[in-house]
């Protein structure tokens, strides 16, 4: 999808209603800044917000993802399918980059609690300071996995290893599952059966 094109477009709809960027933020309950930077294509408008911001400017989400008025039923159908199928590859891109990025907390939480205890067991200084180091590190290193283990439960999909059934388990699931890197013993919420379920990024 192209942002920038998306951005004039949605300013040429704001216009079109006779709207400022502050009228059209203060509809969606967002700051005129996020408007900005919208039409001036450095971000997108949130998926929470796309349908109340297409009601407001008169227009079709596939008018907006495509960055103009879709004409007839065939172009629409044509531009909903392509949309879609960049959503699905974005989506896909974002996990990966997420799966890098919880590899990346885990090695540094683990490296931050190693080295607070390795200097709270080495260097000289009073008890209460090398037990708040210690429990700095354990507090820290538990708060890194837990986000880590959080973006491994929200990127991608487990595969259930018995009917093939791809989903998004809940956190307590993947939290208490035995492991082995990210395949894990889960129970299926299709087939209802354990087996051991591979991490996958996409649903195909």
């Not at 507090?139 to 009917?163: D, M």
Request: charged share 25%.
């Amino acid at each position: 999808m192209d942002q920038v094109k998306i951005g004039k477009f949605i300013a040429e709809c704001r216009k079109k209603n006779n709207l400022t960027q502050l009228q059209l933020a203060e509809k969606l309950g967002i700051t005129d800044r996020a408007v900005s930077k919208w039409e001036n294509g450095k971000a997108m408008p949130d998926s929470a917000i796309m349908l109340d911001l297409c009601k407001i400017l008169k227009i079709s989400v596939n008018d907006l993802l495509s960055g103009e008025e879709v004409g007839t039923m065939n172009t629409y159908d044509e531009k909903l399918e392509k949309n879609l199928v960049e959503m699905v590859k974005q989506k896909e891109e974002m996990d990966k980059r997420l799966l890098s990025l919880e590899i990346l907390i885990g090695v540094l939480s683990m490296i931050i609690l190693l080295g607070f205890n390795f200097i709270a067991g080495f260097v000289p200084m009073q008890t209460w300071l090398r037990i708040s180091l210690i429990a700095v590190g354990v507090v820290t290193c538990i708060i890194g996995i837990v986000y880590a283990l959080r973006i491994e439960q929200t990127a991608g999909y487990y595969e259930c290893a018995k009917c093939h059934h791809k989903y998004v388990p809940t956190f307590n699931s993947v939290l208490w599952a035995m492991h082995v890197n990210r395949t894990r013993y889960m129970k299926c919420p299709k087939c209802h059966k354990k087996s051991w379920q591979k991490k996958v990024i996409n649903k195909d």
